[in-house]
């Protein structure tokens, strides 16, 4: 079945989306000179001080993600259950962000954090939701 011009909106839009991420991710993870004179302080302790689990977390939220917006663009019915995998990493890092954490995610973030924290679970919510459907409407093989 032929996808809808929507598909090929959404799928373009999850690639740019979770290679953002993705390229947060590298950058953090080598502790990026350039990258981390850019942050605040209170950031860098953040994000020094998490824990493996909740590195794991984000790991699967953005890898998961890149990996769920590859298959979608295939259109291969597994986007679905990785964008899931994905959603249960951004669960996981927004508990320790907001639960966990010595340092609370919203002193990290600043002002922008209630908007960002929004996007950051409606995106991955809505693409885990898209997926599905589209499998549903047979458009995922």
């Known amino acids: ?20 991420g993705a390229y947060d991710y590298i950058l953090t993870k ?4 350039e990258y981390f004179a850019q942050l605040t302080p209170i950031h860098i302790a953040y994000l020094k001080a998490l824990p493996v689990w909740a590195g794991m977390a984000w790991a699967l ?13 295939l259109r291969l019915r597994f986007a679905g259950v990785v964008f899931g995998v994905a959603l249960l990493g951004v669960v996981g890092k927004l508990v320790y962000g907001f639960g966990l954490s010595e340092v609370v995610i919203l002193a990290v973030l ?8 929004l996007a950051i679970v409606l995106i991955p919510s809505g693409l885990w939701i898209y997926a599905r459907q589209m499998t ?3 458009i995922l093989q």
Not at 30 to 33: G, Q, S, V, Y
Not at 61 to 73: D, R, S, T
Not at 111 to 117: D, G, Q, S
């Open 1 to 20: 079945m032929k996808p809808p011009w929507h598909f090929w909106v959404t799928a373009i839009f999850a690639l740019i989306w979770y290679a953002n």
């Open 30 to 33: 080598t502790e990026n000179a």
């Open 61 to 73: 939220a953005v890898w998961g993600g890149v990996g769920g917006a590859i298959l979608l663009l």
């Open 110 to 117: 600043g002002p922008f954090a209630t908007t960002f924290t």
């Open 136 to 138: 549903k409407a047979r």
